[in-house]
């Protein structure tokens, strides 16, 4: 008994000389940019409000899109792995937590032994050993922070893979509907293609045209079915890449249609998503605590600081107490046994370990400062998504009015030319190519509104939405 507390002596002065803070915790000292959204027009970012606070059900609110993100949040096979992943890491702290605890372990021994054909002696041991490292340095203490921390790593994974799943989910939707949309104007200009043709057909047996004017409104005409061709293979994929995500096996993918004037404007359910309005980032600090790829990266410095102190703790001595407690007849008495009991003490101070110990400890070290350097660049990055996002936000909307007049005014140069034609006062040309202008002009309104309802889920993810 003497023996053991001269060890707690020893260990309780080393550790008020070393005064090493080896069971302080970590704090995150590591300071990002200022202007970390940089030079944005037309944003808001002051305030406390930001579309992040918004669930995605209430970002989303198109009930088609809702049913499907709520089935793939359900059955996708990434978000299950990384929900088994937590898992894990739960069963690993809980693991790192049970090391306060001494160790236990029954281990029964028999023997029979004989000399020169004696009768065999028996003889046999019913011992509990016992095993209890003592944490005076703090490496169990370490372990086990460590391990909080890859716990809320492995939960903010998980939250990650559910914001990304709940982007390309709407952003496959969405593609869907511009598809639709496409598909809506190149049928509706098959018809009317098709009644130029018959007309340029029937002017030729009258010999009123030439046959090269009815050859290349055919073409013409030609082209756009190729087009509805390709259109309905694109839907095709994209609905196989939405069952895909939703682990189900490929089938039509149930969608509502998409108004112009219902997606980009303020209407009497509320602000939608080109209305300045509804487009507000908040303050820096409201994108630091909703993006998970910051939280994630802090979380990985919290981890990095605690193994810098278990690999420090590997300097100083470790105590282990361990004991033997049972029943044993090797005393010389066959029956009944005796009780048998050991307690011993044990500290070890490395002296040299080949170097392994120091490597250790800078390698730790490294990789804190590296993961250090990684949080500043996460939020920059985080800061020029948001700039970005916040930019094709902005063009998207100034564009559209402009692409809606085009499309109007090219509808009525088309009409009134065909009007001339029909009259003889304009030729077959003149006529194709207000067609095909105004067939141009219909598919990039269609592919700006596609780009711009991308630009806010963009923004929105961005900015930490889709976390709730």
């Not at 605890?101 to 004989?114: K, R």
């Not at 293979?233 to 096996?249: F, K």
Request: hydrophobic share 40%; net charge negative; proline share 3%.
């Amino acid at each position: 008994m003497k023996r053991l507390s001269n060890i707690f002596v020893a260990a309780a002065v080393s550790l008020m000389l070393t005064g090493c803070g080896l069971y302080n915790k970590y704090e995150n000292n590591v300071e990002g940019p200022a202007d970390v959204f940089g030079t944005t027009a037309d944003v808001q970012t002051t305030g406390e409000t930001s579309i992040a606070q918004m669930s995605w059900r209430e970002f989303f609110n198109d009930p088609q899109l809702q049913k499907l993100i709520e089935q793939a949040l359900a059955s996708n096979t990434d978000l299950n792995s990384a929900r088994i992943n937590i898992e894990k890491s739960q069963i690993s702290l809980r693991t790192k937590k049970l090391a306060y605890l001494p160790s236990l372990y029954f281990s029964p021994q028999g023997s029979l032994s004989s000399f020169d054909g004696a009768t065999p002696t028996k003889s046999y041991i019913l011992p509990l050993d016992v095993s209890w490292d003592i944490d005076v340095f703090g490496s169990i203490t370490n372990k086990k922070r460590a391990a909080e921390a890859a716990l809320m790593q492995a939960k903010i994974t998980e939250e990650s893979i559910r914001t990304n799943l709940i982007s390309t989910i709407a952003q496959e939707y969405y593609y869907l509907q511009l598809l639709d949309r496409e598909l809506n104007i190149l049928i509706s200009t098959d018809s009317l293609w098709k009644a130029s043709l018959d007309t340029q057909q029937a002017l030729y047996e009258n010999g009123q045209a030439y046959s090269t004017a009815v050859s290349q409104q055919e073409s013409s005409w030609l082209d756009v079915k190729t087009q509805i061709v390709t259109i309905k293979r694109n839907i095709r994929s994209a609905e196989n890449e939405i069952c895909s995500l939703l682990c189900i096996t490929p089938q039509h993918i149930e969608r509502a249609k998409w108004y112009a004037e219902d997606q980009y404007h303020s209407d009497a359910k509320g602000k939608r998503m080109f209305d300045k309005d509804f487009l507000k980032i908040g303050i820096p600090a409201m994108m630091l605590e909703y993006r998970p790829d910051i939280r994630l990266a802090n979380y990985y410095m919290e981890e990095a600081f605690y193994n810098v102190q278990t690999a420090r703790a590997a300097f100083y001595p470790s105590i282990t107490l361990s004991g033997e407690l049972g029943w044993s007849n090797n005393s010389g008495f066959v029956n009944p046994a005796k009780l048998l009991w050991q307690v011993i003490g044990s500290l070890s101070q490395p002296i040299f370990a080949r170097g392994q110990i120091n490597a250790n400890y800078k390698i730790s070290q490294l990789t804190e400062e590296n993961l250090k350097k990684k949080y500043v660049q996460t939020i920059v990055d985080a800061g020029n998504q948001v700039n970005e996002a916040m930019a094709d936000c902005m063009a998207a909307r100034e564009k559209h009015d402009y692409y809606h007049r085009q499309v109007e005014v090219l509808h009525e140069a088309y009409l009134g030319t065909h009007e001339l034609m029909d009259a003889g006062k304009a030729s077959y040309l003149e006529v194709l190519t207000a067609q095909e202008r105004l067939l141009s002009a219909q598919l990039n309104e269609a592919s700006n509104m596609y780009n711009g309802a991308q630009a806010v889920i963009a923004l929105y993810i961005a900015l930490g939405g889709g976390t709730k």
